[in-house]
């Protein structure tokens, strides 16, 4: 299976287009009012429709209740619930069985014992998102720019499926996947030129560098 791209925190028409005509797999949404890349509700809904049908569209929810994803579900009609806030394994699990939407959860990691949280949530999501922790001071859960030690990942090989985040740009995706051989990586910081700005040249750059890294990754995933 070939690596999965998702760009992430995408809020033009014109930055959609430059990810998705790049080969991006996922893009992603946030509806994270502290964020750079939050986009309201109607803008929302206008860039799903006109990535619909060419990438899936991740809608980025931190901590959100039933009736605030319900809105998102029913406007913008995503195809995946990304949930990047503290949300424990019954409410992940809970998501999942009320909505139709795929479910990836976001898992903070900065040392191998935060890896545990993994297997806990293996059968309550369709996709474990490994994130950095965010550094002290920020007021965000992820988007931060921040990596963790990738060398914790090496023989890493969970039950579930599973993507890599935090921190990843063009130069460092092929490190990221050669030490960690992720079946897929999620960016935002590293495809910018500043926070909430989306670069095309650094998009096509981070996706170009990454299938290039993966190509080499792939064999070594098939072999073990
Ligand atoms: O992007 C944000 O501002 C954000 C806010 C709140 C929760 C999550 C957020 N972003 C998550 C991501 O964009 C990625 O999934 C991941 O954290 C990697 O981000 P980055 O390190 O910036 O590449």
Known sequence: MSLIVKICGLSSRETLDDAIDAGADMVGLVFFGRSPRFVRMEDAAALADHARG????????????????????????????????????????????RFPQKVMKALGIRSPDDLAAVDDYASVADCILLDAKPPAGSDRPGGNGASFDWTMLEGFRPRVDWMLSGGLDPDNVGEALRISHAPGVDVSSGVESAPGRKDADRIRAFIAAARNADSVSAATRKAS
Do not use: C, N, Y
């Open 54 to 97: 060419r990438a899936e569209i991740v809608a980025l929810t931190v901590d959100l209740d039933d009736s605030e994803i319900s809105a998102i579900v029913e406007r913008v009609r995503p195809d995946w619930l990304q949930l990047h806030g503290a949300e424990p394994v019954g409410r992940v699990a809970a998501i999942r069985k």
